[in-house]
């Protein structure tokens, strides 16, 4: 079986961790926003504009972490954006996200037209090259897809311990997740619901942007439209299947690429010249929904997730 | 800070928000387009001569705004009943998959029968469409907002294969593209010799019964219900699931309409590129429109005004057209903020 060989290359263990990567990063920051009650559906158009701008600092001459950073603060202003109208406010988060989806998207192909108005074929930067970690990359299998892979794949699967030890093992992280769980609870301790789902949003945003600044730093190196295709929104059905904790959603993510990686392979076969290409295109889309559909009737749901809180309402 | 309601807002109250909203859209949308190196006291003529100004631009705008009222009520419809309709784009492509489907042979109906025919059948086909994630909602508690999403890349990827493969005109010279409808699918033009089609008089139609639906029916009073407080619709007797259903097959319905409609009044045949995103920017017309029918021919006019007006002024002014979309999105912003402040004040603490 063609199949079953496919699944025993390192190659196609390490396309599949690339192309997970991007999804860890706006996975753990959607699951951040969510712990802390908002869902922001605003990740599609932060991821769109992560790409470009990590990808316009670079090629303005900046270092690819500037890049990194530049990418991260754009997404943190969505965030702000995001959150002053969720959060204070209590607008409905569907509309907001939508909203702000929509204007990251268009803002960033206003701002690609205007910087580079002549252009037919996206120009190209020096993107983040593999980094062969010594000894670990030489495990047979193990080492050329874990551990040949770009620095922001490895900061992706750092962060994951990271948010886990933040979420479950720190003051700050009991205070997110109870602004999720508990809001009145949150504001009896004296603390600030407003502040730190605030905060929460803003980070979260900024690393959906990151995410997308994988696809045009590390994944290629240009940046074209249509380039997040769904990624965001993919990520969004990630968060319930990894039922909000991040060690599961880094799972589902990896098993999402993994999938994805192999349709990719599977339609260079000889079942893939008898089957159309948008059947396996439709592949990453049916697989979040059944998954989806799995694993919501036993998903642990924030309880305050999409419940504004105003102080002194009860 | 903290909000606080108004109790009897005053006239002032009711529109200052709102009319601050809108000029503040104006502002940003002309400092971007000075960026872009446009006079900025020019652009908003610009696009008001160009969506406005003469009849073949408000013929343009008509024809712009009949999908979108098509899309905005489908939306309006699914919001006022908390079911989140982000589908509308499959369930548009869905009715025009029907429409040439059914139009583009030769059909053994008598030929008054064919444009109700496909009508039906494509209202049919969206009400479908929808119906699979309202279902996974209601049997399995799967969230309707991300199966909706996901169900617009899956349906337009299935044109996509069905346009390469059985659907593919054979004269086609090779686009991925539909036959074309036969003459008596088409839908004919209201005034002879003049670019609009009855789609729009169907549009208007639709939107008068929606709004008397909703403010009449038994149906559009549970939808509300169920809408304000599912907990409190389930005690009250009314069966919370079902209306959501039927919420669903109403709204899918409806955004199919849009793509019947785009097909048989417009193009005549069925490409990938039929939809710019008229299933997305239905949501901003029914949030402008406060999600009422009605309303949502106007917010039509007034997003298809921007598109179409853009597009003339980005061509005049050399100014992306992406403009148009950031007007939008800057718009349902700060419109849904400008009337949370009609009815709240903000206190500071």
Not at chain 1, 181 to 199: D, F, H, K, Y
């Amino acid at each position: 079986m063609e199949i079953i060989d496919i699944l025993f290359t390192a190659s196609f263990w390490a396309a599949a961790i690339r192309i997970a990567s991007p999804l860890i990063f706006a996975t753990l920051g959607e699951l951040i926003c969510e712990r802390a009650g908002v869902l922001n559906l605003g990740i599609e158009g932060i991821m769109v504009a992560g790409a470009f701008a990590g990808w316009m600092a670079v090629y303005s001459g900046t270092a690819l972490w500037t890049g990194v950073c530049v990418a991260m603060l754009v997404g943190m202003l969505f965030g702000l954006l995001h959150s002053t109208l969720t959060v204070p406010f209590g607008l409905s988060q569907h509309v907001v996200g939508l909203g702000i989806t929509l204007l990251a998207t268009s803002s960033t192909y206003y701002a690609y037209r205007l910087a580079l108005p002549e252009v037919t074929s996206p120009p190209k930067i020096a993107a983040f090259q593999p980094y062969e970690i010594p000894i670990l990359s030489d495990i047979p299998l193990l080492g050329p897809a874990l551990f040949s892979q770009t620095p922001l794949t490895y900061l992706a699967f750092i962060l994951v311990g990271v948010v886990s030890l933040v979420l479950y093992r720190t003051p700050l992280g009991l205070a997110v997740r109870a602004a999720g769980e508990n809001p009145a609870a949150v504001a009896a301790q004296g603390l600030s619901v407003t502040a730190i789902r605030m905060g929460a949003v803003m980070v979260g945003s900024g690393l959906m942007a990151v995410g997308g600044a994988f696809l045009t730093m590390s994944a290629f190196d240009s940046f074209f439209f249509e380039m997040v295709n769904g990624r965001g929104w993919i990520c969004i059905a990630l968060v319930v299947f990894g039922s909000w904790r991040p060690g599961k959603a880094l799972l589902g993510a990896i098993l999402f690429a993994a999938f994805d990686a192999l349709q990719i392979r599977v339609q260079q076969t000889s079942l893939g010249t008898h089957v159309p290409y948008q059947i396996f295109l439709m592949m990453p889309y049916i697989l979040s929904i059944l998954a989806l559909i799995l694993m919501s009737r036993r998903a642990q749901v924030p309880a305050a997730l999409m419940v504004p809180f105003n102080k002194g309402e009860r | 800070m903290r909000l606080e309601p108004i109790k009897k807002p005053t006239l002032a109250r009711k529109l200052t928000p709102p009319a601050i909203a809108l000029t503040t859209t104006i502002v940003i949308a002309s400092l971007l387009a000075m960026v872009a190196g446009a006079n900025p006291f020019n652009v908003i003529g610009l696009i008001l001569k160009g969506s406005f100004g003469s009849t073949f631009a408000i013929l343009e705008t008509l024809n712009r705004a009949t999908p979108l009222i098509f899309t905005g009520l489908a939306v309006a419809v699914a919001f006022r009943a908390k079911f989140w309709n982000i589908g509308a784009e499959a369930q548009l492509y869905a009715g025009a998959l029907m429409t040439v489907l059914l139009g583009t042979g030769t059909l053994p109906w008598p030929s008054m029968a064919i444009l109700p025919t496909i009508i039906i059948a494509s209202i049919l086909a969206g009400a479908i469409v929808l119906l699979v994630p309202a279902l996974l909602k209601t049997r399995f508690g799967v969230d309707e907002v991300v199966t909706t999403l996901l169900f617009n890349f899956i349906f337009l990827l299935f044109i996509s294969m069905l346009l390469e493969g059985v659907l593919k005109d054979p004269m086609g010279m090779g686009w991925p593209k539909s036959a074309r409808l036969i003459p008596e699918a088409r839908l004919p033009r209201i005034v002879d010799g003049l670019r609009l089609h009855w789609g729009f008089g169907l549009a208007i139609f639709s939107a008068v019964c929606i709004w008397i639906i909703q403010t009449r029916s038994t149906l559009g009073y549970e939808m509300r219900a169920v809408g304000l407080n599912k907990e409190a619709a389930a005690f009250a007797g009314i069966p919370v699931n079902i209306v959501i259903l039927k919420t669903a097959l109403l709204s899918g319905g409806l955004a199919a309409l849009a793509g019947f409609s785009e097909v048989a009044g417009l193009k005549g045949s069925l490409t990938l590129d039929l939809s710019p995103g008229f299933g997305y920017t239905g949501i901003i017309v029914a949030m402008l429109a406060l999600l009422n029918p009605l309303g949502v021919v106007l917010a039509a006019l007034f997003v298809a005004g921007i598109f179409v007006g853009a597009d003339s002024m980005s061509r005049a002014a050399d100014v992306p057209t992406y403009l148009a979309d950031i007007m939008l999105a800057t718009a349902l912003l700060l419109m849904v903020l400008a009337i949370l402040l009609t009815r709240f004040r903000v206190v500071r603490e």
